[in-house]
């Protein structure tokens, strides 16, 4: 199968600061990493988004070098792109931010192409719920799944927002902390079934190096985490967790629990490669042949 993604999420500059340095400026963005994990497994997909006059061609061509269609993404002429400014903790887990300029993403209303409205496979990126539901709105595949991703800012701010947007979709991928505050559960499991109560038929709770967990109405399964031995910059691993669970679905004939197995283990691969390097650099050049040797090797650890 080769199923159509359509990804929407910011394309964005990030200056990034942990106990292992400093990035200086880099891009980064949801929809950045989102795109570049899935296209290790698909060249059927787009993103839509918006950035500044700012915004190097050279890193578009390389989107599209990557099989990446980025047609959906609006260029403002004298506009700046969003940028984000964070500092890492000892940990590596708790974060400060230093710097948030919306600058374009703040008039941010996504317009998507007929080729890509159909798509099947349809994943949300961590912005607005607002913008969310404008992408749902617009797509037209009545069989479509749709994957959504949020954090704590939304349900602090737009929480009936985002309320009305996890009821339209097929899976939720949120993060334990998220989960808790969404639902008022501390345990996870009782956060996950809370969540299936308000819509999705899917939910997937990442619970960082401790891995990730999956629930339905029929079936948990518990992930762990892969041995990362350089832990640079978690960053974009969500959505590089995201990316490569949608880029394994695009090429499944379903979406049963055992593609949901298969995707998750493609999605922690897929992330445990990006924490290894500042931005996207762990990605940059890392091909399928790569992530399929990883993959067998934690499968091993499985067994």
């Known amino acids: 199968m080769n199923n159509k993604i359509l990804i929407t999420g910011t394309v964005a500059f990030d200056e990034i600061e942990t106990p292992h340095g400093s990035s200086g400026k880099i891009i980064g963005g949801a929809g950045t990493y989102i795109g570049i994990a899935s296209s290790l497994l698909t060249n059927n ?3 839509v988004s918006i950035i500044g006059e700012d915004f190097p061609e050279k890193e578009i061509k390389f989107l599209n070098e990557r099989g990446i269609n980025t047609d959906m993404i609006e260029k403002v002429t004298g506009g700046k792109t969003f940028y984000w400014k964070g500092k890492y903790h000892e940990n590596m887990i708790n974060r400060d931010t230093i710097i948030t300029e919306l600058n374009v993403l703040e008039k941010f209303n996504p317009v998507l192409n007929p080729e890509f409205s159909s798509s099947e496979i349809v ?3 961590n912005l607005h719920p607002a913008v969310q539901n404008a992408v749902i709105n617009q797509s037209t595949n009545p069989n479509r799944f749709i994957i959504m991703d949020t954090m704590n800012f939304w349900m602090d701010n737009t929480l009936d927002e985002l309320l009305s947007v996890i009821k339209k979709v097929n899976l939720v991928i949120i993060n334990d902390e998220e989960a808790q ?5 501390k345990n996870i499991f009782n956060a996950g079934e809370k969540i299936l109560k308000m819509g999705p038929e899917k ?6 190096e401790h891995g990730s967990i999956y629930l339905d109405a029929q079936n948990k399964y518990m992930l762990p985490a892969f041995p990362v031995e350089k832990l ?4 974009g691993a969500g959505d590089s967790f995201a990316g490569g669970i ?3 679905l695009a090429t499944a004939n379903k979406i049963g629990i055992r593609e949901i197995k298969e995707a998750m283990l493609y999605g ?5 490669f990006c924490v290894e390097d ?9 091909n399928k042949q790569t992530l399929n040797k990883r993959v067998e090797i934690f499968k091993s650890y499985l067994t």
């Open 123 to 125: 994943l949300l990126g």
């Open 232 to 235: 640079v910059d978690p960053t």
């Open 181 to 185: 505050q969404l639902t008022g559960e």
């Open 268 to 272: 922690t691969l897929t992330a445990s």
């Open 278 to 286: 500042f931005g996207i650099e762990g990605l940059r050049t890392l």
């Open 246 to 248: 949608a880029g394994f």
């Open 203 to 208: 939910v997937i709770i990442k619970k960082g």
């Open 45 to 47: 997909l787009a993103i």
